[in-house]
């Protein structure tokens, strides 16, 4: 099975018993290497992406019978990539909690201790400023800035209108200049 068929062909291909799990690698094979970017920059940590990313793809496995393709394939597995992702940093979060009241730097300091951290580069300064903004405006901003999302592909995803995405992009992009003009 050629690994970038149409999602309409994968689907049906899905629906089929006789090649359900050859169409689903497809799937997995097509879509992996993206997902695993945007919920990397979400989550930081490599380990923590694969474990996230694995959830995923075990969601879609589940919930691939009742997809009605009233969005695309993609659109929907970046949704539940999000939704688990935001899920993933609040069970961090709540452990954390419970072991030392909640550090809010946390995911700065776990750039900062990466092996390949050079605070002299731009990609970790960019990274360090990305960490400092609100959870949902880091979300939108990885979105728009490094998946260069469109607006209305991004309302569909979080269900937020366009003009709010808008204006929390443009004060996310503020804050992200600041950090990297003072830092």
Same mark, same amino acid.
């Given at each position: 099975?050629? +690994? #970038? ?7 049906? /291909? #899905? ?7 050859? &169409? ?11 997902? @695993? ?14 474990? $996230? ?6 969601? &879609? ?5 009742? #997809? ?9 597995? @970046? ?19 419970? $072991? ?6 946390? /995911? ?30 880091? /979300?939108? #901003? ?9 607006? +209305? ?25 600041? @950090?990297?003009?003072?830092?």
């Amino acid at each position: 099975m050629e +690994q #970038f068929q149409s999602d309409e062909s994968l689907l049906a /291909l #899905f629906r089929n018993p006789n090649t359900k799990e050859q &169409a689903f690698t497809a799937i997995v094979n097509k879509y992996k290497e993206r997902l @695993y970017w945007h919920i990397r920059r979400m989550v930081i940590i490599h380990e923590d992406a694969d474990d $996230v990313l694995q959830n995923v793809f075990i969601k &879609a496995w589940k919930g691939l019978d009742r #997809f009605r393709e009233e969005s695309g394939l993609y659109t929907w597995l @970046y949704r539940i990539s999000t939704n688990e992702s935001i899920t993933h940093l609040q069970n961090q979060k709540k452990k954390k909690a419970i $072991v030392a009241f909640g550090n809010e730097q946390d /995911l700065t300091e776990q750039i900062r201790a990466d092996p390949h951290f050079d605070p002299n580069k731009i990609e970790w300064k960019l990274q360090l400023a990305i960490q400092q903004l609100p959870e949902q405006q880091r /979300l939108i #901003f990885n979105l728009r800035y490094f998946d260069e999302m469109p607006y +209305q592909k991004m309302s569909t995803i979080l269900g937020v209108t366009e003009g709010a995405l808008k204006a929390s992009y443009h004060h996310a992009a503020k804050k992200v200049e600041n @950090y990297l003009r003072n830092s």
